[in-house]
């Protein structure tokens, strides 16, 4: 059964930083290309940054030079470090797979319950 459990979320003032993780069980970790989304109510889901299972990273635009993804293959652990955040980062973060371009291709049976990330003064 595959399992994706995120967290790290929390309350941040803007400017500061988060590091979410996604810890996965039940699949071949190092085999898949992975990413992180987030939605916030009412809007669609956007896919914020991706990580190819040889490492290769896409990010969308409004969070390049500021968000950094990475992976341990190791420890089956997927990683967003966010810096510099903006109330616009408020949003309910989840992991799960994207393609071979990176581009979104979410398992519909691996969304987790999100951690959220709440940006305010």
């Known amino acids: 059964q595959v399992q994706l459990v995120e967290s790290g979320g929390g309350l941040v003032q803007p400017g500061g930083s988060l590091r979410l993780s996604c810890a996965n069980s039940?699949?071949?970790?190092?085999?898949?290309?992975l990413g992180w989304y987030r939605q916030v109510p009412g809007n669609e889901r956007e896919l914020v940054a991706s990580?190819?299972?040889?490492?290769?990273?896409n990010f969308l635009d409004s969070v390049k030079g500021r968000f950094v993804i990475s992976r341990d293959d190791d420890k089956s652990t997927l990683f967003l470090q966010m810096n510099s955040l903006t109330p616009e980062d408020t949003a309910l973060y989840y992991c799960?797979?994207?393609?071979?371009?990176?581009?979104?291709?979410?398992?519909?049976?691996?969304w987790g319950q999100g951690t959220q990330v709440t940006v305010s003064a």
């Open positions: 990580i190819s299972a040889g490492g290769r990273t």
């Open positions: 039940g699949i071949i970790f190092r085999l898949y290309h």
């Open positions: 799960n797979s994207v393609d071979r371009l990176l581009r979104p291709s979410p398992m519909g049976r691996w």
